[in-house]
């Protein structure tokens, strides 16, 4: 991103008497562009930018459509509605300076937020897992906000709040569907997952026919890896990424949580979650973590290495989950 292009959004998200000096771009984007605006005083802010042009995935059908729950997290709106939801439910996230939906200042949906300087629960857990801990027990009471606030209806919150109606009939279903849309991706790819894909297909219907209805659905990330919670100044998580924001099984979330924080998710475990999902959720995010890295690497990502290995390492959990 140019900076002459960020000069007039600088001055409306943070005010005049300051100069953009730099534009520096952040590591870890995927679906968008996340820069860092350094100005002449020091002070810093972060910019986000979803533009096909800063887009690593590879297009495919139904990129578009916001009532499949698992559709890719792209856009200002669903950014506002996350955003406005965790905010009332008292979960930090980054404070937001500017959103311009209307192209004014660069092409694309632009929000300018708050940049916390800190660094991520990742980084902080591989550097000093004791000091994560008080980070750890906040992440879980921001967890259990979340899993309070119920809704009726499952789907993405932007759609939800919005009035609008999901497809499918339950959680459950549709993640059946999502995991054999995986399964058939990964087959297409990988040889391993070709020979054992009948066994695999049999354990993922075995596995929903054993879930019971459920009609009450709570607020999840989808994707809370501790790659997308922040610590502040103070030791507190901040939550980002947020796109992804749904109403859905609180299990989806702490399946996630548990193949993402190994040793350090125990704090985060709560009482009443649901055997039959858990193991469903459980085999379905493996298929999601071994096709969804493949099929960026499709396209151009960058960080080969790295999604090849979580391409390798779910696709191994994932055959592992029908040979025990």
């Not at 300051?18 to 520096?24: M, T």
Request: charged share 30%.
């Amino acid at each position: 991103m140019a900076r002459d292009q960020l000069t007039g959004a600088v001055r409306a998200a943070l005010g005049g008497g300051r100069r953009l000096e730099a534009v520096e771009r952040v590591a870890g984007g995927s679906k968008k562009g996340v820069y860092r605006l350094v100005m002449d005083d020091a002070t810093t802010a972060i910019a986000y930018l979803w533009d096909d042009a800063e887009n690593y995935w590879p297009a495919a059908e139904g990129d578009d459509d916001l009532t499949d729950p698992f559709s890719p997290g792209l856009g200002l709106d669903l950014f506002e509605a996350a955003h406005a939801r965790l905010d009332a439910l008292g979960v930090r996230v980054p404070a937001i300076r500017l959103l311009d939906r209307d192209g004014t200042h660069c092409p694309g949906d632009l929000a300018i937020v708050e940049d916390l300087q800190g660094e991520s629960l990742e980084k902080l857990l591989a550097r000093d897992p004791r000091a994560a801990d008080p980070v750890i027990v906040r992440l879980g009471e921001a967890l259990e906000s979340m899993r309070r606030h119920r809704a009726p209806a499952y789907g993405k919150v932007a759609v939800v709040d919005g009035g609008g109606t999901s497809r499918g009939v339950s959680c459950e279903g549709v993640v059946l569907d999502r995991a054999l849309r995986d399964l058939a991706e990964a087959a297409s790819r990988d040889p391993r997952i070709a020979r054992t894909r009948e066994r695999l297909e049999e354990r993922l219907l075995s596995l929903a026919a054993a879930v019971r209805p459920r009609a009450q659905y709570a607020v999840v990330h989808g994707e809370l890896g501790p790659d997308h919670v922040l610590v502040d100044a103070g030791g507190n998580p901040v939550v980002i990424d947020i796109e992804g924001l749904m109403y859905f099984d609180v299990e989806w979330e702490h399946v996630f949580l548990r193949i993402r924080l190994h040793d350090s998710y125990p704090p985060l475990r709560v009482d009443g979650l649901d055997e039959d999902r858990l193991a469903l959720y459980m085999l379905a995010q493996r298929l999601s973590l071994t096709a969804g890295p493949l099929r960026l690497l499709d396209g151009d990502f960058p960080d080969r290495a790295l999604m090849a290995s979580i391409a390798e390492h779910n696709l191994n959990k994932a055959l592992e989950l029908v040979h025990a």
